[in-house]
């Protein structure tokens, strides 16, 4: 504006008209004294610009700084709390876990002595009933023994051939039976 104002004061005093051109170059001072004011409020608020530049920079940093800590405190407390986590769980696992498997080493233990004894009860009622059988087949020719013995010792010699084996020959045939079975086993 005000180089406008002066071509205009120019034109002014070419054309002889100096009241117009007096005008014209008080206007270009006015405008010149705007333009310096108004560079000195540029000036100044391209200064106040790079500070609050420099300013959201360094609370742009803060910010984050402040995200990052934050995060880093979030981290810190959900490391915190799974390390609790896991230490409760070991602290359980350790009082009842143990005694858990104190009382399932005990079940096995006492399971295996009950079997231990069922076999040895099942070998030894195995060894008993074949104990009784050969103590049965024992006591009976023992029976059988004392048997003839008696009958040979009530009845005289002569008789104790003809009649007994008349009266009852099937008796008879079973004892001679039994004698010679006796004989080959010995």
């Known amino acids: 504006m005000a180089e406008e104002w002066m071509g205009r004061a120019q034109l002014a ?5 100096d009241e117009l051109a007096r005008e014209a170059l008080t206007r270009k001072g006015t405008a010149a004294e705007q333009a310096d004011s108004l560079a000195k409020q540029c000036e100044a608020q ?7 530049y420099d300013s959201m920079m360094q609370l742009e940093a803060k910010i984050v700084e ?7 405190f979030i981290a810190r407390a959900r490391t915190a709390a799974t ?3 896991v230490n409760d769980m070991l602290a ?22 009950q079997a231990e004894v069922s076999t040895g009860m099942l070998g030894a009622a195995k060894d008993t009933s074949l104990e009784n059988r050969f103590k049965a087949l024992e006591g009976g020719s023992k ?12 009845l005289p010699p002569a008789a104790s051939d003809g009649p007994a084996k008349q009266l009852n020959p099937a008796s008879s045939a079973v004892d001679d039976e039994l004698e010679k079975m006796r004989r080959e086993l010995q």
């Open 13 to 17: 005093i070419q054309k002889g008209d």
């Open 46 to 52: 391209t200064g106040s610009l790079n500070q609050l």
């Open 66 to 72: 402040a995200k990052a800590m934050k995060d880093q």
């Open 83 to 85: 390390a609790t986590k």
């Open 92 to 113: 359980g696992v350790g009082e009842n876990s143990m005694s858990s498997f104190d009382r399932m080493k005990e079940k096995v233990e006492q399971l295996e002595t």
């Open 143 to 154: 029976v059988d023994d004392e048997l003839a013995k008696m009958k040979a010792n009530m």
